[in-house]
């Protein structure tokens, strides 16, 4: 065998064990082992040593995701700049954000009318044509690393698009290609799944399987008709997703965002969620991305509660994903703009807070998604809370179906059997800031921005890495020309999709806008976490006690450096009593404050460090 490089021996020598172990737990396949090994060493020597160099740099310094300096941006291609060259053409604006980390949306060749939003994808190694080309991703990621910016993108590692090549070879009858996917003759597996496989789309995309007609056949479809289930028992899935994944990362994504990753094993009998063999498998894309490109994080999109989360950071010793979303929290945070009541927030957090500081946490308000109320109804029993009647509190206060609201949002696959419908709506919107500026209220915009304003600087305090959605640092409102959109009308999630506002951008250099009053107070906020270590992700955080159910209290404390948040979710100006001593600051005004009995401006916070 010819001699490989020594440094793929060198890593390969550190994880093979353990991989080749894991590799035949699941598929006890030698030759399928061997091909994956040399699948590795192709992909190790194709790694430009632009990124090689990237490589190294980041493994001397494994905590550079970890510290108070990170900030995420979410944004899709199209809105912002409409291909990948726009993005590079407006890297000056995202540096002038603060970002450091871009999450572009999916971006991968997919069916125009059967994308789910990039997330059918029909060739994983192709960029979809109206957005740019490879070669532009390539540029892309090259000079975001010269500005010190990470480029994630979205692996769709659970289905592909019935357009991809597998899916027309399977369609077409080839056994091959069947055997990628889940291929029946009659319907009596296929059933036996649906007696305990949940659907995720119930309303608008009912059942885990449909008829394919062409090959005469049931074929699984978790998701929406038009996306096949991969069926990750077969080697050779497994051994040819990993290498589309690697073949983004030479392109010069730095962290791959895992779509769905709980799904990606499927046995009968039980809910096709979560099971232990998905872990397995995350566990060697980590090992695989260790021996080729070691710079790589795995963010884990896993929304459900936090006990179902945290299994996927894996172990301190055998990690699986780097970093993965802090969905409760999001939700949780609606939660108590809708209720004013901060108790389940804090009881959530305390819980994070009780979780070891390696675990990394992407914190967001808002999304490209809906808003899911997934919410720890078992704790909100106690103070009389029934689940169906409080979501339908909820959305009805988050939509502004309730006079005392201002908030403007739409209902997304709503079940009115179950009572059970998600909410869409962009930050600003759901703020009141849409409602204020259609009524032309000057007191009600300014009490909408300063909700706004409190709720960025609550991201900001929390451990982990704050993520704006493109957009929410201007303001920027609901779209609602979706509904105009044959393609887009029936999903409301376009409601907050829509193109990032460039003119309305401008206003942000225009003292007195709301533009301006949003960019310049959330710049002014991260470039003040950026400064202060007390935000790494290090530091020791707890819950502080504001005796006020309307006020949060968070306190943090890292080398030698002590600090008191407060927010208040309240309509009135309400005192959080609390009883620090020490001689604290205020971090915004750098002015000495008594932090005893302090009284918070409704809809405001102070950040007290000490």
Avoid at 14 to 29: A, S
Avoid at 314 to 319: H, I, Q, R, S, Y
Avoid at 440 to 457: E, F, G, P, T, V
Wanted: charged content about 25%; hydrophobic content about 35%.
């Amino acid at each position: 065998m010819k001699k490989r490089d020594p440094l793929f021996e060198k890593r390969l020598l550190k994880y093979g064990d353990e991989l080749k172990w894991l590799y035949n737990e699941l598929y006890d396949d030698e030759h399928a082992y061997e091909y994956f090994i040399s699948m590795l060493y192709d992909f190790f020597q194709q790694r430009s040593s632009e990124l090689k160099k990237w490589d190294a740099e980041k493994e001397a310094d494994p905590r550079w995701y970890k510290g108070s300096n990170m900030l995420g941006m979410l944004m899709y291609t199209n809105c912002f700049g409409g291909t990948l060259k726009g993005v590079s053409e407006h890297l000056d604006y995202i540096e002038e954000c603060g970002v450091n980390y871009l999450h572009l949306m999916p971006l991968l060749e997919s069916p125009k009318d059967r994308s789910d939003g990039g997330y059918a994808v029909s060739d994983f190694r192709k960029v979809q044509p109206e957005l740019g080309t490879m070669e532009d991703l390539v540029a892309l990621s090259s000079e975001c690393r010269k500005r010190g910016i990470s480029i994630c993108l979205d692996f769709v590692m659970n289905h592909t698009s019935e357009d991809h090549e597998w899916a027309r070879r399977a369609r077409a009858g080839e056994k091959e290609f069947q055997d990628r996917y889940f291929f029946y003759d009659d319907w009596n597996e296929p059933n036996d799944y649906e007696e305990t496989v949940p659907q995720v789309f119930p309303q608008t995309a009912p059942g885990n399987f449909i008829w394919c007609t062409a090959a005469n056949k049931v074929v699984m479809t978790t998701f929406y008709p038009y996306q096949w289930d991969l069926n990750y028992r077969n080697p050779t899935v497994f051994n040819d997703m990993t290498a589309n994944m690697l073949y983004l990362c030479n392109q010069g994504v730095g962290i791959i965002r895992l779509d769905a990753v709980p799904y990606i094993w499927k046995t009968v009998g039980t809910s096709c969620r979560n099971l232990p063999q998905v872990h397995t498998l995350v566990r060697m894309m980590h090992i695989a991305s260790k021996i080729v490109c070691p710079g790589t994080l795995f963010l884990g999109e896993v929304v459900m509660e936090p006990s179902k989360v945290v299994p996927y950071f894996g172990t301190l010793e055998k990690p699986e994903c780097q970093m993965l979303y802090n969905v409760t929290t999001m939700a949780s945070t609606w939660h108590t703009v809708a209720t004013k009541d901060v108790r389940l927030l804090k009881h959530q957090m305390g819980i994070l807070f009780s979780l070891p500081k390696e675990y990394i946490f992407l914190n967001y308000l808002r999304c490209h998604d809906d808003i899911g109320w997934g919410l720890d109804y078992d704790y909100l029993k106690q103070y009389g809370v029934q689940q169906v009647s409080h979501k339908k509190y909820l959305n009805d206060y988050l939509r502004g179906a309730l006079y005392e609201s201002s908030s403007r949002g739409e209902l997304y696959n709503d079940d009115p059997a179950l009572g059970d419908a998600r909410l869409c709506g962009t930050t600003a919107s759901l703020c009141g800031i849409e409602a204020a500026e259609y009524e032309q209220n000057s007191d009600k915009l300014s009490w909408s921005i300063r909700l706004d304003i409190m709720l960025h600087a609550f991201l900001l305090t929390q451990s982990g890495i704050p993520v704006l959605y493109s957009g929410d640092e201007i303001g920027q409102l609901n779209d609602y020309g979706y509904h105009n959109d044959p393609v887009k009308c029936d999903d409301s999630r376009y409601l907050h999709r829509g193109d990032f506002d460039w003119d309305s951008a401008k206003c942000r250099k225009k003292r007195g806008t709301r533009q301006w009053q949003l960019f310049s107070a959330i710049t002014k906020l991260v470039k003040i976490r950026k400064q202060h270590k007390v935000f790494d992700s290090a530091a020791d955080a707890w819950i502080v006690e504001t005796h006020n159910d309307n006020i949060l209290g968070i306190g943090r404390y890292y080398d030698g450096e002590k600090m008191i948040a407060l927010f208040n979710f309240g309509d009135y100006d309400a005192v959080a009593y609390i009883n620090e001593e020490g001689n604290y600051k205020n971090l915004l005004t750098r002015r000495r404050f008594d932090a005893k009995n302090v009284t918070v401006p409704a809809h405001d916070f102070l950040w007290l460090a000490y």
